[in-house]
Every structure is written in C-alpha cells, then in structure tokens.
C-alpha cells in the first residue's frame, strides 16, 4: 500500500532545495529569464548536492535513490524556477536515464560518475525538425563504415544541446518507419562533425537552454552504440515513460508555487475594507485548484510508486503527465487572475509560472500524444 506521507529523505531533501534556492535560484531568476541565461554553475553545485544523479545506485557515484525522492526534488526546485527543475529532470530522466538503463558496464562506469556530479551535463536527443511526435520518420541517419557509423542529419529542442558534455543521440540505421530500424549512440562533446546549432527564443523555461544538435558526417566508433543496433526507438519509448512522471513532477511544481503565492496574495491585497480571500469568487478559485493539484499528486506519485517497484507505468506514467501538466497550466491561469491586473506584470511570479506552465502539455510526448498512449493501454 503506497504511504502517502513524505519519507525522511524526501523531507530531508525538501528542505536542501528550499535552502539552497533561497541563495542561489530566487534572487537570481528574473535576470535569468530576462536574457534566456543558462545558468550552468548552478547545475554544477546541484551535482555537488547529489541532485543531478538522483537515481543513480552509489557504486556509480550516484544519491541513489528512487523515483519519490526524485518527484520530491524536481518540485521543490521547480517551484524557485521551472527552468531550474526542467534541465535537471531532463539530465536526470533522459541522457542519464538512458545510459543506466540500456548501458554496458563500461559504459556505465565512463559516464554515470561524470554525470551524476555533473562534471559532465547531460544532452537527450530524439525530436527533429520535421519529426516531433512522429519519431519513426526521423532524416538523422547512421551508416555504418567499418567500426564506425557516420552520422548526419539534425536534432531541435534538444535541452542542453549547446552546453551537453555528452549526448544520447537516436538516428536511423535502417527503414524510415521502421520502430526496429533506429538506433542510440553516445556521443561526446569535441567529436568532429558534432556541434551545438540555433538556441531557441522560447515564451517559457527561458533559463533553461534549448537548441539544435548538428551532425556532418560525425565519426562515432561503434562501441559507442547504447544497447542493440535498431532498438533506439524502443528504448526511447521506455526512456520517455520514466520521463513522464519527471514533467509531472515539474508540473506539480508549478502548479504548488502558483497556488501559494495566490492563497499569500489573496490574504494581503485588500478590497472593499476586506482581504479578497474573503470572497467566494476568489476562494472557490483557491478551492479548486488545491483540489486539482491534490488530485495531480496522487497520480504522480501513484506512477512514481509503481516505477520503483520495478513495474510497468506507460498507462500511469502517461495519465500523471497529463493530468497533471493540464492542471498545472489551469492553476497558473488562475493564479494571473487571481492576482489580477499585477499578475500581467513581471513583479510577480505567477506570469513566469504562466508562461513556463505550457511546455509542460509539450514536452516528451503532448497531451493529444498521452491520450493516445492511454486508450491503446486501457483498450487492449
């Protein structure tokens, strides 16, 4: 039976990341936003922390904890800066991840160290240009020559794609369409033909770097190949199904810091001689979105729950980053009305929230793409 009640290394952790962010995220996250500054020496102080390898076991230089005390984490950090809590979730879930997962022991022992410090940050790339949800159409092609494959082609809204010390990198080495026909390389920063492309201008999560990865004709010797030849799309396909609970958990983030600076707000701004939580029209709004954000929570740690036990979570993975990234964008909505005419200025944090909710429905698979992943689960 899951407890719902935080462990002691969840509130232990909890209370690190309030700490930590208090100096080194809060006062620093309007510049940041302002001038889509990737602050990369935060990263590096969040790896001396333990955060940027939650997962991974100790013997891989990792925290090595499970899939709660990663929720834990992601929301506490999203909650100072989504953009803070999106690169870590997105080091943690997807290049990390998927070394761990699918990696031989060497390759382990190479990578999991460099990126559970983040000495080493961590780049994830499946989405292309032409090819967002239809992956299986991916141009990013592999042909083997000798013991090595050449790569050419082009990754977009790769997170840390100009910064990444180290990318997993999914090309096709077979069929276009073919799920068996893709395969997952590990491919090192200052490898020739590999370089960092045009970095997005985003609406949101604008401290966090987004951009393209190229490849022109990139040398990569085949004992860099992650798992078996032609099973990178498959891999992705698990890879993602962890990832999902993580942009729950940023969601839930969101959706908490918005909801507490609307129940502080409505308590001080005063209308008519009275606070305006006072009226229904304002604490009926609080009602639902505490409620809404409960319910988000229960599915998220219901898949995080599921994950460390070792079980399957597409089905629970795919409703907790629905729900809850839904429900974080309508909280965030909310909370800009709440606040009103203030809530359309950047004195506030509720329009940061706003504006960083949405990536959230976006991000490793839409929530048209989670619906899909949900009723082929409940209808087979």
Not at 14 to 19: Q, S, W
Not at 256 to 281: D, M
Request: proline share 2%.
């Amino acid at each position: 039976m899951f407890d719902f009640n935080l462990n002691e290394n969840q509130q232990l952790i909890a209370e690190m990341v309030r700490n930590f962010g208090a100096k080194e995220i809060t006062p620093f996250r309007k510049e940041w936003d302002d001038n889509s500054h990737f602050p990369i020496e935060v990263f590096k102080k969040l790896g001396e922390l333990g955060l940027m390898g939650v997962l991974v076991p100790t013997e891989y230089g990792g925290s090595g904890f499970g899939y709660n005390e990663y929720v834990t984490a992601i929301l506490e950090l999203t909650k100072m800066d989504p953009s803070i809590g999106l690169s870590m979730a997105a080091h943690n879930s997807l290049c990390t991840g998927h070394i761990m997962m699918f990696g031989t022991e060497d390759q382990k022992r190479k990578y999991l160290p460099k990126l559970a410090t983040c000495e080493w940050l961590g780049a994830w790339g499946l989405t292309e240009p032409n090819t967002g949800s239809d992956a299986g159409n991916m141009r990013t092609v592999a042909v083997k020559e000798g013991e090595y494959y050449i790569l050419n082609g082009a990754k977009n809204f790769i997170t840390h794609g100009i910064s990444g010390d180290v990318a997993v990198v999914i090309a096709r080495t077979g069929e276009v369409g073919d799920s068996h026909g893709m395969t997952a390389f590990i491919i090192e920063r200052g490898t020739p033909g590999f370089k960092g492309g045009r970095k997005e201008d985003k609406l949101g999560m604008r401290a966090s770097e987004t951009a393209e990865m190229i490849f022109e004709d990139c040398k990569v010797h085949e004992s860099q190949v992650l798992g078996k030849v032609g099973d990178g799309f498959i891999q992705s396909m698990k890879i993602l199904d962890g990832g999902r609970i993580s942009i729950a958990a940023l969601s839930l983030g969101i959706a908490e810091g918005a909801l507490e600076a609307s129940i502080q707000y409505s308590k001080e701004r005063h209308q008519f001689n009275k606070p305006i939580s006072s009226f229904q029209g304002i604490s009926f709004k609080l009602a639902d979105m505490a409620t809404q954000l409960e319910a988000a929570k229960l599915l998220t740690f219901k898949a995080a729950d599921l994950k460390n036990r070792g079980e399957k979570v597409t089905l629970a993975g795919a409703q907790a980053k629905l729900f809850a990234s839904e429900v974080c964008v309508s909280i965030s909505n909310e909370a800009v009305q709440i606040f009103g005419g203030y809530g359309f200025t950047k004195d506030y944090p509720v329009e940061k929230f706003y504006r960083d909710s949405k990536l959230c429905t976006i991000g490793e698979g839409t929530s048209e793409i989670q619906k899909l992943v949900i009723s082929r689960e409940i209808l087979k």
